[in-house]
C-alpha cells in the first residue's frame, strides 16, 4: 500500500500490517507486536526523513515465506543517519521532558531484525519477524 | 477521523482521564491538550484509566513523559490504571512500571493519591 506521509493514515497502515500478519498465521501477541514496529517507522519517516511535510509517499509492503514475514517500507525524504542515533534513557528523557526517540529502540525490540538501506532515491526499512 | 478520545470525570480533588480507542502520532495531540487542560484548572492529581485505550505507540508514551516531571514539580501526580496486558506490555517494554504508578485497577490508583488538604 501507499500512503501519504501523513499521521492520519497511520490507523489504515496498522490495519494492513494486522490483516496481513493475522493471514501469515501469526499469534495476537506477535500481530501487535509487528503493528506497532511498522507504526513506529511510517512515524519516523513522516516526522524526521519527511520533516513534517505532509502528501509525500510511503510505501509499505510486506513479504511473507515459510520462515519469516518481512515488511519494507519505502521513502524519499532525508536518509536515517544511524550514526547520529543515541538510544534513550527513559529517566533522562522524562528530566529533560523531552518526548520522542523512542520509536526506533521500539522497532528493534519488537522485530527480530531490522535494517536500513538507500539506493535508487530511496530509503528503505526492512524489518523481519521470524516464524517461532 | 479520530478513533480517540478522552473523557474527564473526577474523584474529589482526583482528575480522571478516561482514554477510549487508539493513541498514535495522530491523536497524541489530544491526551497532550487534556493533560494541559488540568494543569489549566490547576488539577495535578491526574489518574488514567486506560481501560477502552486498544492501542498505544511511542507518540502517546511520550505525552505521558513530557508532562510527568511537570505535574510532580507542582505537587501532583499521573497514575495510570486498568490497561490492557497488551498495552500494559508497551508501558513495560521500556521500562515505564520505573517512572509511573502503573496499577490494575481505577480503585487502586485512587488510594495511592495523598489525601485532599482542602
Not at chain 2, 494543569?39 to 508532562?67: E, K, P, T, W
Request: proline residues 3%; negative net charge; hydrophobic residues 40%.
Amino acid at each position: 500500500m501507499t500512503i501519504p506521509s501523513s499521521t492520519r493514515f497511520l490507523e489504515e497502515v496498522r490495519e494492513f500490517v494486522t490483516t496481513h500478519a493475522v493471514q501469515a498465521g501469526f499469534n495476537e501477541m506477535t500481530v501487535e507486536q509487528m503493528k506497532m514496529a511498522v507504526d513506529e517507522a511510517c512515524t519516523n519517516v513522516i516526522e524526521h526523513s519527511y520533516r513534517g511535510q505532509s502528501g509525500q509517499p510511503i510505501d509499505i509492503s510486506i513479504h511473507v515465506d515459510p520462515e519469516k514475514l518481512v515488511v519494507v517500507i519505502r521513502d524519499k525524504g532525508t536518509e536515517f543517519d544511524r550514526k547520529t542515533y543515541v538510544e534513550p534513557d527513559l529517566v533522562q528523557f522524562a528530566k529533560s521532558k523531552k518526548s520522542g526517540g523512542f520509536g526506533v529502540h521500539i522497532m528493534h525490540k519488537l522485530m527480530d531484525a531490522v535494517e536500513y538501506r538507500h539506493h535508487g532515491g530511496f530509503n528503505e526499512c526492512l524489518m523481519t519477524k521470524m516464524r517461532a | 477521523m479520530s478513533n480517540f478520545s478522552v473523557g474527564f470525570r473526577s474523584s474529589g480533588h482526583i482528575q480522571i482521564l478516561d482514554l477510549k480507542g487508539e493513541l498514535d502520532a495522530h491523536t497524541a495531540s489530544e491526551l497532550e491538550a487534556a493533560i494541559q487542560k488540568c494543569q489549566r484548572d490547576n488539577l495535578v492529581h491526574i489518574l488514567i484509566n486506560g481501560s477502552n485505550l486498544m492501542y498505544i505507540s511511542s507518540a502517546g508514551l511520550g505525552v505521558f513523559m513530557a508532562y510527568i516531571e511537570e505535574v510532580r514539580e507542582a505537587g501532583g501526580d499521573i497514575k495510570i490504571a486498568a490497561l490492557q496486558p497488551k498495552v500494559f506490555n508497551v508501558f513495560d517494554l521500556l521500562g515505564f512500571p520505573m517512572l509511573f504508578d502503573i496499577v490494575d485497577s481505577e480503585v487502586d490508583a485512587l488510594g495511592k493519591f495523598e489525601p485532599s488538604n482542602a
